[in-house]
């Protein structure tokens, strides 16, 4: 198991289409990387990137970056994109908490987060903690969409408080996304934690919001 990480770390950083420890992309994504105008959504703590692939392949004219620090687990979706040439697929391994040191101001048009740890314990580490929006807000163009999908009672009673605290505009928000007859294509892709949460009997939780 040990091995086959190495392995898939190593191969991760050879991949064409994966970026880390390189700041040179800042403000360049479009021109440096993807070679085309579309615009840019992140999927943060994306794991094997599900969300990313599933976006990319329904989306063809909008950009696609998963983002998180586990090379082994991006390293699914990486191959996967490289296999079946997905041009408009990338994938960085950051700390999130880095995330301004790779993308310029107003460089990235929509975010999604999917599944993230809730940190029970930890507020500060919840990715829609107001110290985190401040990071995305860096890098977001005004109005841009923030998704957050998670399984996580505390987590999205959490991220309502914030979005109260800070009077942040919500657009969209389910306590059980299946629960409804029709449901919209982007919100049907399922991550690998998605499906343990299904399976567990877990309602599905979802926000959209924006930071203007
Ligand atoms: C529970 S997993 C969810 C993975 C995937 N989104 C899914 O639904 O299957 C959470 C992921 O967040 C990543 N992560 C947590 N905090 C992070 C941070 N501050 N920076 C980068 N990655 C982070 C972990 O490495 C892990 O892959």
Known sequence: MAQQKRKRFAEFSSF?????????????????????????????ACGKGEYTIGLAEIFSNQNFIGVDIKANRMWK????????????????????????????HSEVDEIWITFPDPQHKKARKRLTNPFFLDYYRKILKPKARIHLKTDDDLLYEYTLEVIDQLKLPIHNQSANIYSKEEINLKLQIKTFYEKIWLEAGKEIKYIQFSLS
């Open 77 to 104: 979706g990486a191959s996967y994109a490289l296999e079946n040439k997905l041009s408009n697929v990338g994938f960085l391994r950051t700390q999130i908490d880095h995330i301004e040191n790779y993308f310029g």
């Open 16 to 44: 064409s289409n994966t970026v880390e420890k390189d700041v040179s992309f800042k403000g360049n994504w479009n021109r440096a990387f993807f070679q085309n105008d579309f615009p840019i959504c992140l999927e943060l």
